[in-house]
């Protein structure tokens, strides 16, 4: 038995479970025998391409889900870009990793911090009012 076929074996079987289903009830929904559900989940048979697509379907998942690639993380399906970006991270060594860490921490943490507060129309006219006065000249220097 080859390696993807024990991975999609795996996950076909995990995710079916998940939803709930039975192998019959998704037999159903795919338009192939209980069986053929049954030597998939037990890595006898691979699936075909075309029904594993309608399976993802079915159970809610994405292809990549279903090799145990690139799993959704709380929903969120990452885009190409982000793929090559996890890719290219697990190459890293510690040190890159943890410079790459620190990198995101430190751009994460700045996104998060307030930049300014708009102050409310009273508070800008108090100020102005404030700085008209500080410009007024002294009394002894009016003419």
């Known amino acids: 038995m080859g390696n993807v076929r024990d991975e999609i074996a795996k996950n076909l079987l995990y995710y079916r479970k998940k939803k709930?289903?039975?192998?019959?009830e998704l037999s159903e929904y795919l338009g192939v025998n209980n069986s053929a559900v049954s030597n998939w989940e037990k890595g006898l048979?691979?699936?075909d391409i075309d029904t594993l697509h309608r399976a993802c379907?079915?159970?809610?998942?994405?292809?990549?889900?279903?090799?145990?690639?690139?799993?959704?993380?709380?929903?969120?399906v990452l885009t190409p870009d982000e793929v090559?970006?996890?890719?290219?991270?697990?190459k890293l060594?510690?040190?890159?990793k943890a410079a790459v860490?620190?990198?995101l921490e430190?751009?994460?943490?700045?996104?998060?911090?307030p930049k300014f507060t708009v102050p409310n129309i009273e508070q800008i006219k108090k100020e102005a009012q404030n700085m008209t006065m500080t410009i007024k000249k002294p009394a002894h220097q009016k003419k």
């Open 20 to 24: 709930k289903l039975t192998q019959k």
């Open 45 to 47: 048979n691979s699936i």
């Open 84 to 90: 090559e970006i996890v890719v290219k991270f697990r």
């Open 93 to 96: 060594d510690d040190r890159g």
């Open 57 to 76: 379907i079915a159970l809610n998942v994405s292809v990549n889900d279903m090799f145990g690639t690139f799993s959704n993380v709380s929903g969120m």
């Open 106 to 113: 430190q751009e994460y943490a700045y996104i998060e911090t």
């Open 101 to 103: 860490t620190r990198a």
